[in-house]
């Protein structure tokens, strides 16, 4: 038996010494940093002006066939987040998270964990089960791949918070994401879940059990013989399907939140709002470069917490169950929406357009990019289930409000390779937006959380140009 114990041991010390040499020999070390003047989306929300931002970026990497590893440590003093020390020692800079994590394959498995952001099934401008906004949070992930099949089951942390006032439901919220995919040759069609919970960060059985969070919800919920777990949460489901060739890449999906079913069944009985999105859209190579062409949108109300009568049950698909915070100074901020919700970046009530352009060769330079992005927005309520009112209203909306928003942007990289290991970039972003959302504060419910209301002649110019130069240095 001891000398079992010594074996098994030495193996793992063996195994350690191998994957630690591994990960020591072959390390890419990274700093970017990136020099900007000019409006910034932090400014769009809050209302104010250009001002020059700088952020830097420390990084390490490792990749190989087994083991891929990503340290990201972010400095900025663009001060739209203040710590305690960001004057007095820090000379005005904050620090932060940028994708950070570890990656195990044991084919066909992998295994995923850390601080970063994990895309969703398609290439996309506008998924809509992940952000393409590349939101950093905590998660776990495992992949099963092989040629005819995909499942993905992924937890995610949404919330963690140390305010001991507010109830655990708000204080404590995870999702997991679940994905089957069926594979082709170059086609896939797949079925794609989130299950948003509350009270607690992690649940085992959502994250473990894979079944369809549909039925593991019923069966907990209902109890053999004892209710189990943490009781109601947030199912919400979609399906994609893309065809993919070393040319041509199209796609299309769609996520369901929730679908008038009276319609079908009681269509002379109150019909309630379908919240639903989708995204589709293509790209290709041209003679002259390479083009892509994005669609998506969501109907109003999509993304929402669910609640009747002012009962807000915090289970919304976004991280956090506010929009509004203070810095260290006291000073009043609003988080862009962009950085709250999990899923489609402009989350509900909206059309986005986008087109993007890789020239071949722009004057010896490539990958260079032009994206062009039209977006129309209406009310929205992220936080606050029904907006002003406190239930349901009857039918389905979309963009149907008095006053909408209006953006055109138009953004242009133009990257340069100095050396083999300096490369300098240079972007310009020139837009303008029409009737600027402004917050307004409810108190016609009593979840009193505020929504966001596009305000006509509210116009404002969207200018900014930045510089950016990244080294990385092979060990």
Request: proline share 5%; net charge negative.
């Amino acid at each position: 038996m001891e000398s079992s114990r010594i074996i098994i041991k030495l193996q793992l010390g063996i195994y350690f010494i191998i994957f630690m040499s591994t990960i020591l020999y072959g390390l890419t070390l990274g700093v970017g940093t990136d020099l900007k003047f000019g409006n910034s989306i932090f400014g769009l929300y809050n209302g104010f002006g250009g001002a020059v931002q700088i952020a830097a970026e420390f990084s390490v990497t490792h990749e190989n066939p087994q083991v891929s590893l990503n340290i990201s440590l972010l400095a900025r003093n663009d001060r739209y987040f203040r710590d305690p020390f960001t004057d007095s020692y820090y000379g005005g800079f904050y620090f932060d998270f940028g994708n950070s994590c570890l990656t195990l394959r044991m084919s066909p498995f992998s295994i995923s964990v850390g601080k970063g952001y994990l895309g969703d099934l398609v290439e996309s401008s506008y998924p809509l089960f992940a952000s393409s906004t590349h939101l950093p949070r905590n998660f776990f992930e495992l992949k099963y791949e092989d040629e005819r099949f995909l499942y993905i089951s992924r937890w995610l942390e949404l919330t963690n918070l140390r305010d001991e006032h507010k109830p655990s439901e708000e204080r404590f919220r995870g999702a997991n994401f679940k994905s089957y995919v069926l594979k082709a040759g170059a086609f896939r069609f797949g079925y794609e879940e989130a299950n948003i919970y509350v009270g607690k960060n992690f649940d085992f059985e959502f994250f473990a059990n894979p079944v369809p969070g549909f039925f593991i919800q019923y069966v907990k919920d209902a109890g053999r013989p004892y209710p189990e777990g943490i009781g109601e949460c947030n199912f919400i489901m979609g399906f994609c399907a893309d065809f993919k060739t070393s040319d041509f890449y199209l796609y299309s999906q769609i996520l369901i939140d929730d679908i008038n079913m009276n319609r079908f069944l009681k269509p002379s009985e109150f019909q309630n709002p379908d919240k639903i999105a989708w995204s589709f859209g293509a790209s290709f190579n041209t003679e002259v470069g390479r083009l892509a062409i994005h669609h998506a949108g969501a109907t109003k109300y999509t993304f929402q917490p669910s609640g009747e009568s002012g009962n807000n049950r915090f289970y919304g698909y976004t991280i956090y169950n506010d929009f509004q915070y203070k810095q260290q100074d006291g000073k009043d901020m609003i988080l862009p929406l962009e950085f709250l919700y999990v899923g489609y970046k402009y989350g509900e009530n909206n059309l986005a357009f986008n087109v993007e352009y890789v020239p071949k060769d722009l004057f010896g330079v490539r990958q260079a990019k032009f994206n062009f992005e039209y977006v129309v927005l209406g009310e929205r309520s992220p936080i606050n289930a029904w907006g002003e009112l406190s239930t349901p209203p009857a039918g389905t909306h979309l963009l149907d409000d008095p006053v909408l928003e209006h953006r055109l942007n138009l953004e242009i990289y133009v990257p340069w390779k100095v050396l083999d290991w300096l490369e300098l970039k240079l972007s310009g972003q020139f837009g303008y937006v029409w009737n600027r959302s402004v917050l307004v504060n409810v108190e016609s419910d009593n979840v009193k959380r505020p929504l966001l209301r596009p305000q006509l002649g509210n116009n404002t110019a969207l200018v900014s140009f930045s510089l950016s130069t990244n080294v990385k240095l092979n060990w």
